[in-house]
């Protein structure tokens, strides 16, 4: 349950069920940067108005590489799992839309990863990272129930801490 599905004794007035929606400044090779100035160098989701570091393999899709809808691609998709995209089993509301950007071009999306999400009931919308942020911008700025899963324009894997 949420915090605000729970009783309690105060009401805040002027809070929302809704929380803001992350909005996206800009998308460069430095990162993607977020209205508030914060710039998030490797892959992330957006998700009911927060940010989350998301490991996915190789840290995204090299640039340097041009596969585009050539099914030699799927190579690419190595290592891809549900357990990528499970934060999506368990989220309510799920969002009705995901955009997923996918670098700094649009890659094809093999079938099993497609009907994994179209599965959970999310409809999957796949751009590049610089178009889906653009997207995911007008989508939330509507008050639709969105997602964003963006890949960054150079891979980049999150650094773990030990």
């Known amino acids: ?17 809704i929380p803001p929606p992350v909005q996206v400044l800009s998308v460069s090779k430095t990162g993607i940067k977020l209205a508030d100035g914060l710039v998030l160098t490797g892959p992330v989701i957006f998700l009911d108005g927060k940010v989350f570091l998301w490991d996915v393999p190789n840290g995204g899709f090299s640039s340097t590489v041009s596969t585009g809808m050539v099914s030699g691609n799927m190579e690419r998709w190595e290592g891809w799992t549900s357990e990528h995209w499970s934060m999506f089993e368990v989220v309510v509301p799920k969002p009705e839309i995901l955009v997923f950007g996918t670098g700094a071009r649009v890659e094809f999306v093999p079938p099993r990863i497609r009907s994994y999400i179209t599965g959970l009931g999310i409809q999957l919308d796949v751009m590049d990272t610089r178009n889906a942020s653009s997207t995911y911008n007008l989508l939330a700025e509507e008050g639709r129930r969105v997602a964003a899963a963006l890949l960054p324009l150079e891979p980049k894997l999150w650094e773990r801490k030990k």
Do not use: G, H, Q, V
Not at 1 to 17: E, F, K, M, Q, Y
């Open 1 to 17: 349950t949420r915090l605000t599905d729970r009783p309690t004794t105060l009401t805040n007035i002027l809070a929302s069920d």
